[in-house]
């Protein structure tokens, strides 16, 4: 049971350049999440799925977007990345139902555009 | 604007001894609050929880403590130990936004041998 994985684990771009972020989870989750952080800012929510086939803008939307066509796994797009968007990428799931929803981190992505 | 403020950015503690870590928030709808834990090149972990309805729930050395009436939160670790050494999160959540959450700055705590 590998949790939530995410890959790439590190990323330097260019400016103007796009990625794709890719999120796995095994927990069969219905929730997904993107998350930011940056220093002093904690994690700010970018975009997050309450299902397949379903996405939703977060706190910090702008300049991203996401896909969710399977389950199991929530892209994160930078179409054209600028310095702004260097920061450390966190992806969580977490149950629908019940409870506090408990989120589940993956390890983080660090990307830095130059 | 910060809906969820954690006001030391650090917080050391002797080993043994008692750790505090406090958070604050603006938001009068947040339900459910939790505090995670983060080592260094790792995501957050599931650290403890507490509903609004309550005051105080304990998990073993945590125990987290809300005061509604003065929108604070702490977490007590008794007794520290130095594996405890990591980033505390606060985090906030409006269950009209469903499994949404706010999550404060963090607090660094070292736990000193």
């Known amino acids: 049971n590998a949790g939530v994985t995410q890959t790439p684990k590190f990323r330097v771009l260019k400016t103007g350049q796009s990625m794709t972020l890719l999120c796995a989870q095994d927990?069969?989750?219905?929730?997904m999440y993107w998350y930011r952080q940056d220093p002093g800012m904690g994690l700010r929510l970018i975009h997050y799925?309450?299902?397949?086939?379903?996405?939703a803008k977060g706190e910090v939307p702008d300049g991203y977007n996401v896909s969710r066509l399977k389950k199991q796994n929530f892209l994160l797009g930078l179409e054209s990345a600028a310095p702004s968007q260097t920061s450390v990428y966190f992806c969580?799931?977490?149950?629908?139902?019940?409870?506090?929803?408990?989120?589940?981190f993956g390890p983080g992505t660090r990307l830095t555009v130059l | 604007d910060q809906q969820v403020k954690q006001n030391s950015p650090s917080l050391s503690v002797q080993e043994g001894r008692i750790s505090i870590l406090n958070c604050d928030y603006t938001?009068?709808?947040?339900?459910?609050f939790l505090w995670y834990k983060k080592y260094p090149a790792e995501g957050p972990t599931f650290l403890i929880s507490?509903?609004?309805?309550?005051d105080k729930n304990e998990d073993g050395r945590f125990t987290v403590f809300l005061n509604k009436s003065a929108k604070h939160l702490s977490l007590h670790i008794v007794p520290s130990q130095p594996g405890d050494s990591a980033v505390y999160f606060c985090?906030?959540?409006?269950?009209?936004?469903?499994?949404?959450?706010?999550f404060g700055p963090g607090t660094r705590l070292s736990v000193l041998p």
């Open positions: 969580a799931s977490s149950y629908s139902i019940g409870g506090a929803g408990t989120q589940y």
């Open positions: 799925s309450v299902g397949e086939g379903t996405t």
């Open positions: 927990m069969n989750h219905e929730y």
């Open positions: 985090a906030a959540r409006v269950a009209v936004y469903g499994q949404n959450f706010v």
């Open positions: 507490i509903s609004s309805i309550k």
């Open positions: 938001n009068s709808m947040f339900d459910y």
